[in-house]
């Protein structure tokens, strides 16, 4: 823990390093790494400023009552981050983690009491805000990996760059090396699915994310995907293709795992993630925004206390009947 000396002399501790959330902060490396990769050294710059406005957003209300900010706040901040187009304007970006660290965790009362996920609150926010910015401002990846180490951003020729799931909304074919891979427009940290299965696997394997929410949030993605492919309806492309485009995969590992606006109870887990995968596919083909894992966790993340509750009640019935038998 990093600490410094106040102006009364006593020590009080300003950053509190939580072991899981920086286990969740190496397993994002990978995914930060492939956005300067695919798109550039602006997305570590990018990163810096949402990591630098976050940071302050949450020490402005700890700092004031002599509390440390969280390593939590880095977790929300990379996510956020990492959602982002490689374009978007940097005021934005700072803009939407400030709003997302103030309204969807500060004003619960901080780390352990928020509701909603504090990144896909800043996300949403930006997205509803300045939907030009946020929609239409994608480039494509640059052709060699090693040649975004050291270059700034893609050419602005390719701003009109469509992401695969715009492509798909259009009816036309997406491979799927280009998902596997990364090498497609998108989000800066979202495209690669084999960078985010590295990252996933990692935490996973260290327990910094529950297992049964990630595979269920896929599996619930799958099933919908493959009912609806199955009954031919227009714009389904096959269940594969669909849950390697957009940001499907990196939501199930890094956003529907946080702990803290996640149910508690196994069974609420596997209907919470189960419902976030089905419902993401249903918006992505008759929404008109053609991504859907962050309302659908905005979404369901209200219904955790209720969905807790009713296996708790359930788990107590069944335990009073047992008992009376």
Do not use: H
């Not at 993401?280 to 219904?303: A, D, H, K, Q, Y």
Request: charged share 10%; proline share 7%.
């Amino acid at each position: 823990m990093f600490s410094t000396q106040t102006t009364t002399g006593s020590a009080k501790k300003r950053f509190l390093m939580q072991p899981v959330m920086m286990r969740v902060v190496v397993g994002l490396i990978p995914c930060l790494l492939g956005a300067v990769a695919f798109f550039g050294l602006r997305a570590l710059w990018v990163t810096g400023v949402v990591l630098a406005a976050g940071i302050a957003a949450e020490a402005a209300f700890t700092w004031r009552q002599g509390k440390p900010v969280t390593s939590a706040v880095f977790v929300s901040c990379l996510i956020y981050a990492l959602s982002l187009p490689p374009t978007v304007p940097l005021w934005i970006a700072a803009v939407g983690i400030v709003f997302g660290v103030i309204f969807g965790k500060m004003a619960f009362g901080g780390f352990g009491y928020n509701i909603y996920n504090p990144a896909m609150v800043g996300r949403c926010f930006v997205y509803i805000s300045f939907p030009l910015a946020l929609t239409a401002g994608w480039v494509s990846p640059f052709p060699s990996l090693w040649q975004g180490f050291s270059s700034w951003l893609p050419s602005v020729d390719a701003v009109t760059a469509a992401t695969p799931l715009k492509l798909i909304q259009a009816g036309e074919t997406v491979p799927l090396k280009p998902l596997i891979w990364g090498n497609v427009s998108g989000s800066m940290g979202e495209t690669s699915a084999v960078l985010i299965a590295l990252g996933g696997a990692y935490i996973l394997y260290k327990k910094a994310a529950q297992w049964r929410l990630a595979f269920s949030c896929l599996l619930g993605a799958f099933l919908a995907a493959s009912i609806f492919y199955v009954l031919k309806i227009p714009g389904i492309p096959d269940p594969v293709t669909f849950m390697m485009a957009g940001s499907l995969l990196f939501g199930a590992f890094f956003v529907v795992t946080e702990p803290i606006s996640g149910p508690k109870t196994k069974p609420a887990q596997w209907i919470y993630g189960m419902a976030i995968g089905a419902l993401t596919i249903v918006l992505r083909r008759w929404s008109n925004f053609p991504e859907g894992i962050m309302f659908s966790v905005l979404f369901m993340n209200t219904f955790v206390p209720l969905l807790d509750r009713a296996v708790q009640d359930v788990q107590k019935r069944r335990s009073e009947k047992g008992i009376s038998s």
